[in-house]
């Protein structure tokens, strides 16, 4: 079964960065897009990022040209680095794996626990 383990956990003020890390352990790393998604208070999970197996990346226009997803195969890690951050960035923020998955959560069958990041304004 796969788990998925986020780390840095933050609390960061407006401007600044941050840096997620997810690892992947229980089946081959290589074989999986990797997402990251994040839930807002009061507000449903969305869609903020996936790198592909061959290192392709996408990005919701929120946080197109300010995160920047990348995975690093030999490890099982895959890394969001969060720049220029706002406070509409605070939310709860999971990593994700899937085979066919790209920005629908339901095509994601493994997810991590889940990291808090809180921006200060």
């Known amino acids: 079964q796969v788990q998925l383990v986020e780390s840095g956990v933050g609390l960061v003020q407006a401007g600044g960065s941050l840096r997620l890390s997810c690892h992947m352990s229980g089946r081959t790393f290589t074989n999986y897009r990797m997402g990251w998604f994040r839930q807002a208070p009061g507000k449903e999970r969305e869609w903020v990022s996936v790198?592909?197996?061959?290192?392709?990346?996408d990005y919701a226009d929120s946080v197109k040209d300010r995160f920047t997803i990348s995975r690093d195969n030999a490890n099982n890690m895959v890394y969001l680095q969060m720049n220029s951050m706002k406070p509409e960035d605070t939310a709860v923020y999971y990593c994700?794996?899937?085979?066919?998955?790209?920005?629908?959560?339901?095509?994601?069958?493994?997810w991590g626990q889940g990291t808090q990041v809180t921006v200060s304004s």
């Open positions: 994700a794996s899937s085979i066919v998955g790209w920005n629908s959560e339901e095509a994601y069958p493994y």
């Open positions: 790198v592909d197996r061959n290192g392709d990346t």
